[in-house]
């Protein structure tokens, strides 16, 4: 099996360990619920659909409380005066985020960050990502707009951390909905 953990910081702060399992040439898995094991000790169960001889498939194994996630605000400001205390037109509002991950196994890991970076669907409004620290191996993975993936490794006791900017631009008489 090859191990890979997964985190969505936005939704939970846990991260969750998946198996890519590639089943013997002759032996079929019927559909249901797996006790697994991890050498002589459960860590839990699992449900698998119809696995055919020699089929690879995803096994979920649940959250490990070893690696921790942490998504932070570490900024907010807010624009919205041109010169001289007039108003601008435009409110203009400045978010700086950090995600940390941090590994506290005695063995390296992979890991799969997600992140959900806002799409406008109104013209009025405009969405700009910057000072991206480390720039995601996929953007809208699996055609899914925005949402952004990291693939990294992470050794024993080592801790990564991403941080990124957005700007979000709108008229400033109108209430943008989740910010």
Request: glycine share 6%; aromatic share 10%.
């Amino acid at each position: 099996a090859q191990f890979k953990y997964s985190a969505f910081p936005k939704l939970s702060d846990m991260a969750y360990l998946a198996a890519m399992v590639k089943n013997s040439k002759d032996l079929q898995l019927p559909a249901g619920r797996v006790s697994v094991f991890l050498g002589d000790d459960f860590v839990g169960t699992s449900d698998i659909d119809n696995i055919g001889p020699g089929e690879t498939f995803d096994l979920f194994l649940g959250a490990d409380e070893n690696v921790k996630v942490k998504r932070e605000q570490i900024e907010k400001k807010t624009d919205d005066v041109i010169i001289g205390n007039i108003p601008s037109p435009n409110r203009k509002t400045t978010f700086k985020y950090k995600i940390t991950v941090e590994n506290y196994k005695s063995k390296k890991i992979n890991f799969e960050l997600f992140e959900a970076m806002p799409v406008s669907q109104d013209e009025r409004i405009k969405v700009k990502i910057e000072q991206v620290s480390l720039e995601p191996k996929t953007k809208d993975f699996k055609d899914k707009p925005g949402i952004w993936r990291w693939e990294f490794e992470l050794d024993p006791q080592a801790k990564k951390e991403i941080t990124y900017a957005m700007i979000v631009e709108h008229p400033r008489n109108m209430q943008v909905a989740g910010l």
